[in-house]
């Protein structure tokens, strides 16, 4: 098994543009999370689903877009990119909502 | 509101010295409790969890015990080695949402020789 594989690795963005990272499983897992990590400031939830086309929002939606359409892949898209939007994505799954798996992560500049 | 505290670093060790993270957690209920570990450059893997009061997780030397009376999930090792050296984040599932995980800010751990 992969595990959880995110793409690309790194990206550079010019505020305005859009992007998509993407994030697919390959354990079956019902539950996906979007998590964004900053200094000193831990991980924090952006988006989450409990399974196919049910998706909610977490502590720091605003700016970011997700829909889950397969149980294996929930994007993460990136309307119009700020300076703010900065920082490492993490994308987590989990079967029972218990233990999460995580990705290696996507590193974002927005210039 | 649910929140999870955990000690600032950076924590830095000499090899073989015995090791404590602070973690402490404001829940209402019985949440589940959990310790990740992030290597340079890597993702997050999970440590060690404990789902219950006064269950104590392990792994790999690493121990944490849940304390329902002092809301806490302090992790130790007897004896840190130099590739224990990572960033360890305490977390808990504080609300109903099975995968809605809060973290700490994370505690960098250096071990020296």
């Known amino acids: 098994n992969a595990g959880v594989t995110q793409t690309p690795k790194f990206q550079v963005l010019k505020t305005g543009q859009s992007m998509t990272l993407q994030c697919a499983q390959d354990m079956n897992h019902e539950y996906m999370s979007w998590y964004r990590q900053d200094p000193g400031m831990g991980l924090r939830l952006i988006h989450y689903s409990v399974g196919a086309g049910i998706t909610d929002q977490g502590e720091v939606p605003n700016g970011y877009n997700v829909s889950r359409s397969t149980t294996e892949d929930f994007p993460l898209r990136l309307l119009s990119a700020a300076p703010s939007q900065t920082s490492v994505y993490f994308c987590?799954?989990?079967?029972?909502?218990?233990?999460?798996?995580f990705g290696p992560g996507t590193r974002l500049t927005v210039l | 509101g649910n929140s999870v505290t955990q000690m600032e670093g950076p924590v830095t060790l000499s090899e073989e010295a015995f090791l404590t993270i602070n973690c402490t957690y404001t829940?209402?209920?019985?949440?589940?409790l959990f310790w990740y570990v992030q290597y340079p450059g890597e993702g997050l893997q999970l440590l060690l969890k404990a789902t219950k009061a006064d269950d104590k997780g392990s792994n790999k030397g690493f121990e944490a015990t849940y304390r329902k009376e002092t809301t806490s999930f302090h992790l130790e090792k007897g004896s840190v080695q130099v590739s224990d050296s990572a960033v360890y984040f305490c977390a808990g599932i504080l609300t109903g949402g099975g995968n809605k995980l809060t973290f700490g800010t994370g505690t960098q751990l250096k071990v020296e020789l």
């Open positions: 829940a209402t209920g019985y949440p589940s």
């Open positions: 987590a799954s989990s079967y029972r909502g218990d233990e999460q798996f």
